[in-house]
């Protein structure tokens, strides 16, 4: 494959979809911290989650298993769109110059775009299983709550997503997208919650946060016995969903003979990340690989490189259990950067764990460097990007540039988790030169880790 210049795309038939999800669990040296109930402090049980999540859910969360079956309803709709294509970008290498082999697996093919129905779909199903009638998120982008919208349409549920106001403004189009799925969607903050209208009665310009978004949506499912939570990120049974990224990478990279040196994916809350590096950890547990893994966050974001390792609640208003993950504070608010998937407060309670455990490493990036990647990108594989994965392709370009400079051919593989079709107006921006960096005060972050519980 390395010296064959007619082929780029690596396919997998479709027989070849994961029937497993890998749990990470099951290899790590240490278990992660519980989470905590935020009354108690006690470590939650299933019957403190039951109001939100089915006991599938529950289940996968705690699971020690290495491997969790998926239901063959579940790969039905998984083959819409996967297996995925593993793609080498060869154009972009000639433009960089570099020695490295860059690989990409392309998460875009999906009905909605993104990696995100990949935990969607089975989140649907389990819940309409259960007999639940309305499934209630947040979405920061749009992508998570298009593939809400799509799943639950597959399994006839209502669904309601809260957007965060600022990509509500900017995104017309993904919000358009989850009604002609069926959802109904409200800007977030919104009037219809307790914990929106205190905050618009604080702030009544607020560009919102999926802090916030979060628990109008926790709000509302645990008011309702017919009503449950989908979260898109974040939580282990979530991550464990997106292995199927890369599961299918490692089979397609081994197709060609190759290994993997650099891992790279962007993280927010970590589920694409998680997705694509798991099944790679697992190998290089297991010593039969070792590649460097690397998490890219936004600059205006940086829960891995600023936050502090430390109990802090999921949301806004405190809704939800206490988790131990790396945080800004739960009402930190981020400045409204163009990669609103990304502007989370804090990062995966699993990933945090293992980054405390040296697991894989983390940088920072802001996004004009990222947007930079992304047009290059675009101009060279023709596929314009979202404005999440372009901090992946940053920090694989980043590499590139580095291997053009010492000659070493390193393989790196990054995850496209998502198409920018929807994310024009980004990219005018910053080809307009408009965008701006925003430098985020270091007192901004201690005055709201201050406020820790």
Same mark, same amino acid.
């Given at each position: ?62 699971? !020690? ?24 970008a060869r154009r972009l290498e000639r433009a960089l110059g570099t020695p490295a ?38 979405? /920061?982008? /749009? ?12 399994? /006839? ?33 919104s009037p219809v919650t307790t914990a929106g209208a205190k905050i618009l009665a ?22 309702? #016995? #017919? ?40 993280? /927010? ?14 190998? &290089? ?13 936004? !600059? ?23 988790? &131990? ?29 293992? $980054? ?14 990222c947007f930079e990647a992304g047009v290059l990108f675009a101009r060279t594989e ?13 920090? !694989? ?27 024009? !107006?980004?990219? #005018?921006? $910053? ?23």
């Amino acid at each position: 494959m390395a010296d064959d210049p007619g082929r780029t795309k690596i396919l997998l038939d479709e027989s070849r979809i994961p029937r497993r999800w890998y749990n990470v669990l099951a290899d790590l040296p240490a278990p992660p911290p519980p989470p905590l109930h935020p009354g108690t402090r006690e470590p939650v049980g299933p019957d403190d989650l039951a109001p939100l999540f089915p006991m599938d859910f529950i289940e996968q969360e705690v699971s !020690a298993e290495r491997y969790l079956e998926i239901p063959e309803e579940v790969r039905e709709v998984y083959r819409l769109w996967q297996p995925t294509p593993l793609i080498r970008a060869r154009r972009l290498e000639r433009a960089l110059g570099t020695p490295a082999r860059i690989y990409f697996k392309y998460e875009g093919v999906s009905p909605v775009g993104s990696h995100k129905p990949n935990t969607a779909v089975p989140q649907a199903f389990y819940n309409a299983r259960q007999g639940v009638r309305r499934l209630t998120t947040e979405t /920061g982008a /749009g992508q998570w709550g298009s593939a809400l919208a799509f799943a639950c349409s597959v399994y /006839g549920l209502e669904c309601e997503v809260w957007m965060v106001r600022a990509s509500y403004d900017q995104k017309p189009y993904r919000r358009l997208m989850m009604r002609t799925y069926g959802a109904r969607v409200h800007a977030s903050p919104s009037p219809v919650t307790t914990a929106g209208a205190k905050i618009l009665a604080d702030d009544p310009d607020s560009p919102g946060s999926l802090g916030i978004a979060i628990s109008e949506a926790v709000e509302v499912a645990g008011g309702a #016995d #017919d009503t449950r939570y989908a979260l898109g990120s974040v939580l282990n049974h979530v991550l464990t969903h997106q292995t199927v990224i890369g599961e299918e990478a490692l089979e397609q990279l081994a197709s060609v003979g190759e290994t993997p040196d650099l891992i790279v994916g962007c993280t /927010g809350g970590g589920s694409n990340f998680a997705g694509l590096s798991f099944p790679f950890l697992r190998e &290089k547990l297991a010593g039969r690989m070792s590649p460097v893994i690397r998490a890219v966050e936004p !600059a205006a974001c940086p829960s891995f490189t600023r936050g502090r390792y430390a109990y802090d609640f999921g949301d806004a208003a405190g809704f939800t259990p206490l988790l &131990k993950m790396h945080t800004l504070g739960h009402d930190f608010v981020p400045d409204p950067i163009h990669a609103g998937g990304l502007r989370y407060h804090g990062m995966a309670p699993l990933l945090s764990h293992m $980054y405390e455990l040296g697991l894989f490493e983390a940088v920072a990036k802001p996004q004009r460097e990222c947007f930079e990647a992304g047009v290059l990108f675009a101009r060279t594989e023709g596929i314009v990007p979202a404005p999440e994965p372009t901090h992946a392709l940053a920090g !694989a370009i980043e590499e590139a540039r580095r291997c053009a400079e010492t000659g070493e051919p390193k393989v790196i593989l990054t995850a496209l988790c998502g198409h920018g079709h929807f994310d024009m !107006a980004a990219y #005018d921006r $910053y080809l307009s030169g408009e965008m701006e960096d925003f430098d985020l005060p270091q007192e901004r972050i201690e005055r709201s880790l201050g406020r820790l519980p």
